[in-house]
Nanobody, 127 residues
Framework: QVQLVESGGGLVQAGGSLRLSCAAS????????MGWFRQAPGKEREFVAA????????DYSDSVKGRFTISRDNAKNTMYLQMNNLKPEDTAVYYC????????????????????WGQGTHLTVSS
């Protein structure tokens, strides 16, 4: 069993930066691919970014590409999402998720593919 806890959310002005963290406990994340999703009020939870178990492969949704960077520190059992040039439309609850990955380079885009989820951290971007 893996427990995930997100942190780092808050209120930031448009154009600002923030870094989210996702700390895991219960099991080492080595061997697990990870991802970030977000859910804005009244909308479905959507894919934001994903990273392979090795950290060598990453991908992003078009809406955040070039502004957000996903990374992980397996020694600290933690994943990060560096968010720059934030926009009001980035306002949402951000969730981290993980699943065991057989292959080093696999990443996952669908909510249903992930086995473990955090409780979320709120981000509000004011205009």
């Amino acid at each position: 069993q893996v427990q995930l806890v997100e942190s780092g959310g808050g209120l930031v002005q448009a154009g600002g930066s923030l870094r989210l963290s996702c700390a895991a406990s219960g099991r080492t994340l080595i061997g697990y691919a990870m991802g970030w999703f977000r859910q804005a009020p009244g909308k479905e939870r959507e894919f934001v970014a994903a990273i392979s178990r090795s950290g060598g492969v990453t991908d992003y949704s078009d809406s955040v590409k070039g502004r957000f960077t996903i990374s992980r520190d397996n020694a600290k059992n933690t994943m990060y999402l560096q968010m720059n040039n934030l926009k009001p439309e980035d306002t949402a609850v951000y969730y981290c998720a993980t699943k065991f990955a057989v292959y080093y380079s696999n990443i996952y885009y669908l909510r249903a593919e992930y086995d473990y989820w955090g409780q979320g951290t709120h981000l509000t971007v004011s205009s």
